[in-house]
C-alpha cells in the first residue's frame, strides 16, 4: 500500500515537471509594431504557464471576455506588473492589455490541439484589436 502511495505520488510530480513556462514581452515596440505582446500567438499543452513580462511601462495581460473557452477562469494582471498564467482548459484564449486594446494590444493562446477554426472573435473588440487577431490567424493558417 505504501509503495502504491509512493508511486502515486511520484507521478504526480513528473506530470508537473512535464510542464513548461513560455515568456511573453509586452512592449510598446516590437518586430510587429507598436503596443505588442511578443510573441502575439502561442501554441501550449494544458498545464503549460505564460509569464507576461512588462517589458515597458503601462502594460497589463489580462483575459479577453468573449474569446476565453468555457469553464476557464478569466484572469487580469496589474499595469506595470509580471504576471503568470497556468492554462488548463483546453482551447483559445484572448488576451489584451487593457489600456492599449482600442491600438490592437492582443495576442491569441492556443492550448491544446484545436482547429483554428474555432476561433471566434468577438464583435464588441476595437477595430484595431479585431484586426489583430485576424492577422494572427491568417499568419498562422498560412504557416499550417
Do not use: W
Not at 112 to 125: C, F, K, R, Y
Request: with cysteine; hydrophobic share 45%; aromatic share 8%.
Amino acid at each position: 500500500m505504501t509503495r502504491y502511495f509512493l508511486a502515486m505520488l511520484a507521478s504526480l510530480f513528473c506530470v508537473s515537471a512535464l510542464a513548461e513556462v513560455h515568456e511573453v514581452k509586452m512592449l510598446n515596440r516590437g518586430d510587429s509594431g507598436s503596443m505588442v505582446y511578443e510573441p502575439d500567438y502561442l501554441a501550449i499543452a494544458p498545464g503549460d504557464t505564460v509569464r507576461f513580462v512588462a517589458t515597458h511601462s503601462s502594460h497589463n495581460a489580462a483575459s479577453v471576455p468573449g474569446l476565453l473557452p468555457e469553464g476557464a477562469e478569466p484572469f487580469k494582471g496589474r499595469i506595470n506588473e509580471e504576471v503568470e498564467v497556468t492554462f488548463d482548459t483546453p482551447g483559445f484564449y484572448g488576451v489584451q492589455c487593457i489600456p492599449h486594446l482600442a491600438m490592437g494590444m492582443v495576442m491569441l493562446i492556443q492550448v491544446g490541439d484545436h482547429p483554428l477554426s474555432e476561433v471566434q472573435i468577438p464583435a464588441a473588440l476595437p477595430a484595431r484589436a479585431r484586426q489583430r487577431f485576424e492577422q494572427i490567424l491568417d499568419r498562422v493558417n498560412s504557416a499550417y
